[in-house]
């Protein structure tokens, strides 16, 4: 059985930054693309980040040059690093996994094959 499990979240001020994790279990880590998502109250499922696992990084725009994703394949974890946050940011982060996954739709969230039930981060001002 495929397990994601997220943590890392909390409140944070604005300017500050946070590391989520992602500890992944039942399937073969090393073979399948990692990603982030977020969802804000009342809004879309947001695509966040995504790495494959050739370690190849995609960014949503609005993320860039503020969060990196990283994996640890060994450990079977998967972390994203927040720098800079803003009250925008503030939502519920999600990590997913997809084993089979074209470069193009990295950002789709029905591409993921499994994921986890979120971390709640809230950003103040």
């Known amino acids: 059985q495929v397990h994601l499990t997220e943590s890392g979240g909390g409140s944070v001020q604005a300017g500050g930054s946070l590391r989520l994790s992602c500890a992944v279990s039942g399937l073969t880590f090393s073979r399948y693309t990692l990603g982030w998502f977020r969802q804000a109250p009342g809004k879309e499922r947001e695509f966040v980040a995504a790495?494959?696992?050739?370690?190849?990084?995609v960014y949503g725009d609005s993320v860039k040059g503020r969060f990196t994703i990283s994996r640890d394949n060994p450990l079977n974890m998967v972390y994203l690093l927040m720098n800079n946050l803003a009250p925008e940011h503030t939502a519920i982060y999600c990590c997913?996994?997809?084993?089979?996954?074209?470069?193009?739709?990295?950002?789709?969230?029905?591409?993921?094959?499994?994921w986890g039930q979120g971390t709640h981060i809230t950003v103040s001002s």
């Open positions: 997913a996994a997809a084993q089979a996954i074209i470069q193009g739709l990295l950002g789709v969230p029905s591409q993921y094959d499994y």
């Open positions: 790495i494959k696992w050739n370690r190849a990084t």
